[in-house]
């Protein structure tokens, strides 16, 4: 794996300047590397880590699971393009198992979300059905521990 | 009663670790950010502690063999060899409570009241008591900054006596984070034998070698196998400081009086560490390859950050330490520290807790985050501003 997409990947906050001392590189290698990776389509973007419940301005998510029947020629993708245009929705992924496609979709209520899927998502043509699942919380995001406040159990030994 | 009269005047004259002072002191404050632990911060790998486990689920909780597992043994014989190019039979490997046993009965197998020990200095702390016990004398050795903290052939001449016993050879050293190359190594080795000195190498550190090469041991260099006893361990490779497991390998001869001393005190190395030491070396070499390159990474950003803030920091090339001057602060380490600790809250090690030629340094360990790095040296460029260092 790309050293450097490794700890942008720990760490996105790390500075060019950091990563170019860590990895023992010049900070203008780094630079240019990183513009590459997001030229090429590698970096899409990026975004903080939030642990939501401690804000006030709290936002609800739910996991929908669908059932779709796929068109012919086009499988899943056209449904797929369709549902990821949605601004409620946050990832779109086609899964093996027992349904197709996993949505991840955010509002600031229940009931919000429970509409967008019941006037947005369940009455679309290839879609056969839909089961949503909320989430009631989060432990850990993208790698992160959100609510673990692990101390440094560590002694002073000598 | 009169305690002290009635206690073995060594143990009573012998003085504890100077690391622990700082740490009472950062113990007893809230919001202490500290680079002072000497032990990793990843846990021990799941598949290890998998192991350790199932051995206790299979009802596995008697002693094992006094010299340790069979098994265990023939995978410390097989590590060495595919690590270290180090080849060691089964009697020739023995299984410790941690590295500090292994250097505890190496020291009192071979020192006779009135031998000298070379110890090369600054070092960790438990060279000299466990010396004096046996009734051996300790002689420091000062590494110097110059040098890298490395043992010149010259320095080590110059120490010798008719009774030199032992030289201990702490590469990949705590605090300092100097390594002994392969060609140092062998620059050494003819003084050695000239002088018939046995040697304890204490290479718990080993893995944790940074830069082109890997870690040479003086047991590799001509003539030198059959006088050197090379501890290991697996506190610091695979993050098993809790475990106490360690061991020690050496010539034959020199193996078999040393399990006779452990045979009484200790009897064995726990039972499920030793089952968990199995996995940790059948199957951990890219656990180590993880974490060793993690802490390189850390490496690099410590000493460019102590550089940066003008505290000259030579680059380590071993261990998890960066040992910084703070010479140009006109404190005593003691006081750089003290005064560290109290403004700042920030913890570190004063170089005088390995020896006196640490003055003038302090040891500062990355086993932390960056984050947690960038903060303690933030708040130590704070401090130097405040003082106007």
Same mark, same amino acid.
């Given at each position: ?158 | ?72 043994? @023939? ?36 020192? &006779? ?72 190594? @062998? ?29 040479? &041991? ?113 404190? &005593? ?57």
């Amino acid at each position: 794996m790309d050293k450097i997409l490794k700890l942008l990947n720990d760490n996105a906050h790390y500075s060019d300047a950091d990563i170019a001392v860590m990895l023992g590189m010049e900070e203008k290698e780094v630079s240019e590397h990183i513009r590459r990776l997001e030229r090429d389509g590698i970096i899409c973007g990026y975004k903080p880590v939030v642990d939501w419940e401690k804000e006030d301005d709290t936002l609800v998510t739910a996991l929908i699971e669908i059932k779709v029947i796929p068109k012919q020629d086009e499988g899943f993708e056209s449904i797929a393009k369709q549902i990821m245009t949605f601004e409620e929705v946050e990832s779109v992924y086609l899964m093996s198992g027992g349904f197709d496609l996993a949505v991840m979709v955010q509002g600031k209520t229940f009931r919000e979300v429970a509409m967008f899927v019941a006037k947005r998502l369940a009455p679309m043509d290839s879609v056969q059905s839909t089961a949503t699942h909320f989430v009631l919380r989060r432990y850990k995001e993208m790698g992160v521990k959100l609510s673990a406040d692990e101390e440094d159990d560590r002694s002073f030994v000598i | 009663m009169d305690y002290n009269s009635m206690l073995n005047p060594v143990v009573r004259d012998m003085k504890p670790s100077g690391i622990r002072k700082f740490f009472s002191i950062a113990e007893e404050m809230d919001d202490v950010i500290s680079l002072g632990v000497g032990e990793p911060d990843f846990k021990t790998p799941w598949h290890v502690r998998e192991a350790g486990i199932n051995s206790l689920r299979s009802g596995k909780t008697r002693y094992t063999a006094n010299a340790g597992l069979k098994r265990l043994r @023939e995978e410390i014989s097989e590590y060495m060899y595919r690590r270290f190019d180090l080849k060691y039979s089964v009697p020739q490997v023995m299984v410790t409570v941690g590295g500090s046993e292994a250097i505890d009965l190496c020291i009192r197998s071979v020192v &006779s009241p009135g031998d000298e020990v070379i110890i090369p200095e600054p070092c960790f702390v438990c060279y000299d008591p466990i010396t004096r016990m046996s009734g051996g004398i300790p002689v420091p050795l000062e590494t110097k900054v110059e040098n890298c903290f490395k043992i010149t052939p010259e320095e080590l001449e110059a120490k010798i006596t008719d009774k030199t016993k032992l030289l201990i050879l702490p590469y990949p050293n705590n605090p300092t984070g100097a390594v002994m190359r392969r060609e140092e190594l @062998e620059r050494i080795a003819p003084v050695i034998e000239r002088h018939n000195l046995f040697v304890l190498s204490d290479e718990i550190y080993a893995e944790l070698t940074y830069g082109g090469s890997r870690h040479a &041991s003086i047991a590799e260099i001509d003539g030198m196998y059959d006088r050197t006893v090379v501890v290991g361990g697996f506190s610091k490779a695979y993050s098993m400081t809790g475990w106490r497991l360690g061991f020690a390998c050496g010539p034959e001869p020199l193996i078999s009086q040393m399990i006779k001393v452990h045979q009484y005190a200790i009897m064995c190395a726990p039972t499920t560490a030793q089952h968990a030491g199995i996995e940790a070396m059948r199957s951990g070499d890219e656990d180590i390859l993880e974490m060793r390159g993690q802490y390189d990474m850390r490496r690099r950003f410590i000493v460019n950050a102590f550089n940066s803030i003008g505290l000259d920091c030579f680059e380590p090339e071993g261990a998890f330490y960066v040992f910084p001057s703070i010479k140009r602060s006109g404190l &005593s380490s003691e006081d750089f520290c003290e005064k560290l600790i109290y403004s700042k809250r920030v913890a570190v090690v004063p170089g005088t807790a390995f020896g006196e030629s640490g003055e003038g340094f302090v040891r500062v360990s990355y086993c932390y985050s960056i984050e947690h790095i960038k903060e303690a040296v933030s708040r130590i460029k704070d401090f130097l501003d405040e003082f106007g260092v």
